[in-house]
């Protein structure tokens, strides 16, 4: 069954800090893995994304790292600010189009 | 303005009563899809479009219908809804389906009682 599990469900961390939310695939279909930043009250947004033929990809202050062999790959926020609290959903993309989302990481940013 | 338009944004209905959930984008995307969001469970893709007349079901495609007649529009439809409908959802576009600047609506909370 295609699935993708996602943790912490929740998670704190400090002004400054490291935000790492870890992702992990059992089925192989997946060829692409977008990741999401939810507000309340508003819908998610394509926050990066990456292909399995890369190991990391960054953008400011979000990096994806993607294991190939081991089937995870995780999102890491850096210099994490109090506007980054939100919800954050990683995803797999099948071959034939398909969307899985992970059930999601509610993330605060304590100032 | 790049948007994609969902109407309405709060629906409460009764078991069984046809309803449609209008999807609008103003991009020319190809691709667009239906969500819902449940707490506990995340998103779940219901269908999606890869173009005009293209339609394919998602993970949870039980008890709604689409319809692509133009490339702009990708409305849900629940011809008998039932109380386990109850959610939040979400239509987004994207230039294809590997989410290339994809974009949501604002989502419709819908409530069947």
């Known amino acids: 069954q295609q699935q993708v599990k996602q943790s912490p469900q929740s998670l704190i961390v400090q002004k400054g800090g490291i935000s790492i939310i870890n992702c992990a695939y059992e089925n192989t279909a997946f060829d692409y893995f977008p990741w999401y930043q939810q507000f309340p009250g508003k819908g998610p947004a394509l926050l990066i994304a990456i292909r399995p033929d890369v190991s990391e990809k960054k953008e400011g202050r979000f990096t994806i790292s993607f294991n190939k062999s081991a089937k995870q790959f995780s999102l890491h926020i850096m210099d994490s600010q109090p506007g980054d609290s939100a919800t954050y959903f990683c995803a797999g993309v099948t071959w034939d189009d398909k969307i899985i989302f992970g059930k999601g990481t509610r993330l605060h940013i304590l100032p | 303005e790049a948007q994609v338009t969902q109407n309405p944004r709060y629906l409460i209905t009764v078991t069984g009563k046809k309803l449609t959930v209008t999807c609008s984008q103003n991009?020319?995307?190809?691709?667009m899809s239906w969500y819902r969001q449940d707490p506990g469970l995340g998103l779940r893709q219901i269908y999606y479009s890869m173009n005009v007349e293209v339609t394919d079901k998602g993970d949870v495609p039980e008890g709604y219908k689409v319809s692509r007649k133009e490339k702009r529009n990708f409305p849900l439809i629940l011809e008998s809804p039932s109380p386990n409908q109850t959610s939040l959802y979400f239509c987004?576009?994207?230039?294809?389906?590997?989410?290339?600047?994809?974009?949501f609506g604002q989502g419709t909370r819908l409530t069947v009682v």
């Open positions: 991009m020319n995307h190809e691709y």
């Open positions: 987004a576009s994207s230039l294809d389906s590997m989410n290339t600047e994809a974009f």
